[in-house]
Nanobody
Framework: QVQLVESGGNLVEPGGSLTLSCSAS????????MYWVRQRPGKDIEWVAS????????YYAEAVKDRFTISRDNGNNILYLQMDRLETEDTALYYC????????RGQGTQVTVSS
């Protein structure tokens, strides 16, 4: 079955950086688009970034554009999210997902941005 396991979340100060990873199994990783979504406190799940199967086409939500970078390693079935210049508003539970709405997602990794 589909398994998505996120890691890399942490407490970081505003302006700092983090890299999230997602290990995928149970499906043909290299053949599908992948997504990062997040859920901020008290909010619904929101889309953050998308990447096509080959890793050449990427899209970002306006709130993270130019600060976050999505990438993938198809040889090892890993999805990444490099997050730079983090802001307090980025505090959220971050999930990798098989779909844009996050209906098929992992258990999440917590990112807290605070001084």
């Amino acid at each position: 079955q589909v398994q998505l396991v996120e890691s890399g979340g942490n407490l970081v100060e505003p302006g700092g950086s983090l890299t999230l990873s997602c290990s995928a199994s149970g499906f043909t990783f290299y053949g599908v688009w992948m997504y990062w979504v997040r859920q901020r406190p008290g909010k619904d799940i929101e889309w953050v970034a998308s990447i096509n199967n080959a890793g050449h086409v990427k899209y970002y939500a306006e709130a993270v554009k130019d600060r976050f970078t999505i990438s993938r390693d198809n040889g090892n079935n890993i999805l990444y999210l490099q997050m730079d210049r983090l802001e307090t508003e980025d505090t959220a539970l971050y999930y990798c997902a098989r779909d844009l709405k996050g209906n098929v997602r992992g258990q999440g990794t917590q990112v807290t941005v605070s001084s």
